[in-house]
């Protein structure tokens, strides 16, 4: 086989994996931002191996909320749009603003912590400016329009991410007796144990993927469940395994009720290849943290046109036009929070996708239930299991209100 022909199938080969499983790729990037590293790595600091049980959980509900999702997919039915049908434009304008609102502290975040990771591998020492650099540079991946050309770049860049910690997890010696206890569910009365609960479950079941996915029928092509639930299991399983691996490290290496900081999660990853090691964490958390700030805006951008009676496509003007206010608005948020409150781009990024599971995760897995419902006939086994899957969500945002309102307070 010559060097062309052999190319040439390896570049036919990687396009044809981008597009099969792409989506699931972009919904792994959006779940496994740079806050997931950090949410993960405060959880085994301070809980060792006991929130182990909380991945697994998240895996289940986080598929039964995909197969859900893929249906509404597959017949082209987004759910903004039943979910304006069902309450009404009036209705439906300010809650698909407010949930959007809501939704883009996970940018505030992410584009904090994108900020800090370029500060850190570059020259320039002023966080606020690195934080409005990655902002524009979102912007600018947006204006690429063509998802097709969004997808390879969030694709490579995860799996780049994902390698850097299975390398790492393969060269520790687990204690997997403790390991394994750690998946048997407990809860623990203490302080920041029920908000990292939700956090861990607001982070991973990513309820603007729904939004996304139920609205792609037009740019992916797919008229089958079988082809979206191929493409979000392969990326839901990608990151709860990666997010398992992440826990277990940071509760073998980070000292138990250590400061979570920018390097922590990647000192590891330096002890075990060697200095180089923590600058290449770095840049993989500053493009996770990159790529999951961008693309949980898509969500938005469907969302808001689609509440005001528009079909909107992937990259058309009213897409661009929300997506790229929120990222301002984001910037906004992100440079008072930083300056003026306790908050650093680490807190905020553990404490955002709490935020997110208590208001915007319950109000989306009641109305995918409800969406499904109407439109299909799901059997009586899959209806309980859909349901269980909302009340768990919901009895997690109430238990954790409270406990979310004092962390928060705390910052402030």
């Known amino acids: 086989m010559s060097t062309s022909t052999y190319f040439e199938r390896s570049v036919s080969g990687t396009k044809q994996f981008v597009n099969r499983y792409g989506l699931g790729l972009l919904f792994a990037a959006n779940i496994f931002g740079a806050g997931s590293v950090f949410i993960l790595s405060e959880a085994g600091s301070d809980f060792g191996f006991a929130l182990l049980w909380v991945l697994p959980l998240a895996l289940l509900a986080g598929l039964a909320m995909h197969e859900m999702s893929a249906r509404l997919a597959a017949a082209d039915r987004p759910l903004m749009i039943y979910i304006t049908d069902r309450i009404g434009q009036t209705a439906a304008k300010p809650l698909a603003i407010g949930i959007s609102f809501i939704m883009q502290f996970w940018s505030v975040a992410n584009y904090a912590l994108a900020g800090a990771a370029f500060v850190y591998i570059s020259p320039l020492s002023n966080l606020y400016i690195g934080t409005i650099l990655m902002a524009a540079l979102g912007i600018a991946l947006v204006e690429l329009r063509l998802y097709s050309r969004i997808e390879g770049v969030v694709a490579a860049l995860v799996l780049a991410i994902f390698g850097s910690y299975l390398v790492i997890v393969m060269g520790l010696d687990l204690p997997l007796g403790d390991v394994t206890t750690g998946f048997v569910p407990t809860l623990v009365s203490e302080f920041g144990y029920l908000t990292m609960i939700i956090a861990l479950l607001g982070t991973t079941v990513y309820y603007p993927n729904f939004f996304i996915q139920t609205s792609m029928s037009g740019t992916k092509d797919w008229d089958v469940v079988e082809k979206y639930r191929r493409d979000h299991t392969f990326g839901m399983v990608a990151v709860i395994g990666l997010s398992i691996a992440v826990m277990v490290v940071a509760a073998m290496t980070i000292p138990d009720g250590g400061d979570i900081t920018l390097t922590a999660p990647g000192e590891p990853l330096a002890d075990a290849l060697g200095p180089w090691a923590l600058d290449v964490f770095i840049i993989a958390a500053g493009a996770a943290s990159f790529t999951s700030a961008t693309g949980t ?101 109430a238990l954790t209100a409270q406990d979310l309102a004092g962390t928060i307070a705390n910052y402030l």
């Not at 499904?372 to 269980?388: K, T």
């Open 297 to 397: 805006l898509f969500g938005a951008g469907f969302m808001i046109p689609q509440a005001y009676g528009r079909k909107t496509m992937f990259g058309d003007r009213p897409f661009r036009l929300v997506v790229h206010s929120l990222i301002c608005l984001s910037v906004l948020f992100a440079l008072p929070l930083l300056a003026f409150t306790g908050f650093t781009p680490v807190s905020l990024a553990i404490t955002m996708p709490a935020v997110n599971g208590v208001i915007g995760l319950p109000i989306t897995a009641i109305a995918l239930f409800a969406a499904v419902n109407r439109y299909f006939d799901p059997s009586r086994i899959e209806q309980a299991g859909f349901l269980l899957v909302v009340i768990v969500l919901f009895i997690g945002s």
